[in-house]
């Protein structure tokens, strides 16, 4: 397996999808050695466990259905996580044999794809998810103790997953 650096600077990123606070994910289109494109896609996990049909066995090299009993054991472990201050993020991916895929390209560039319509249409596969510690500023307690005694109302505001911001904030 190559380094981080190799493998970037050898790899075709055919079209960005950048982040946007309102779908809570970003993605990247890059070509596979094989010609086939690889849509890969990382953000809120209860967000992109929505969208997957799939989970990947990376260990044979296949999927299979995202059965009902392993979405709820996914989104059971997201809430474990979430409840014990972590931000969870998704990573799941489609190979596709044409980038855009018929039907998908852009009015405005016929070389890239109207996302929108691709993930309405998409089969997206399960890779995991990480639960990553952002830990609250330093000083951050502080200034709410100092806020609260000064009788400010101290509200706070996220684009997190509601249980990881309530998790942090008590």
Not at 17 to 23: A, H, R, Y
Not at 43 to 67: F, H, M, Q, R, Y
Not at 86 to 102: K, N
Not at 145 to 159: D, E, L
Request: proline share 5%; with cysteine.
């Amino acid at each position: 397996m190559d380094s981080l650096s190799v493998t970037r600077a050898n790899t075709s990123i055919v079209q960005l999808l950048p982040f946007d606070s309102k779908n809570k994910y970003m993605g990247a289109v890059v070509q596979l050695p094989s010609g086939q494109y690889r849509l890969l896609m990382k953000g809120a996990s209860e967000v992109l466990l929505k969208l997957c049909t799939e989970i990947a066995d990376i260990e044979n090299n296949t999927s299979t259905e995202l059965a009902s009993a392993t979405r709820e054991s996914l989104e059971a472990r997201i809430t474990f996580c979430a409840s014990n201050s972590l931000r969870t993020i998704a990573i799941c991916y489609q190979d596709f044999p044409q980038w855009p895929p018929a039907g998908t390209a852009s009015s405005t560039n016929p070389q890239e794809a109207e996302f929108s319509l691709v993930l309405k249409s998409s089969c997206l596969q399960f890779l995991g998810v990480v639960g990553i510690q952002d830990p609250v500023r330093p000083g951050v307690p502080k200034a709410v103790q100092k806020a609260q005694h000064a009788g400010v109302v101290v509200r706070m505001v996220t684009g997190d997953n509601a249980i990881t911001a309530q998790a942090i904030a008590t």
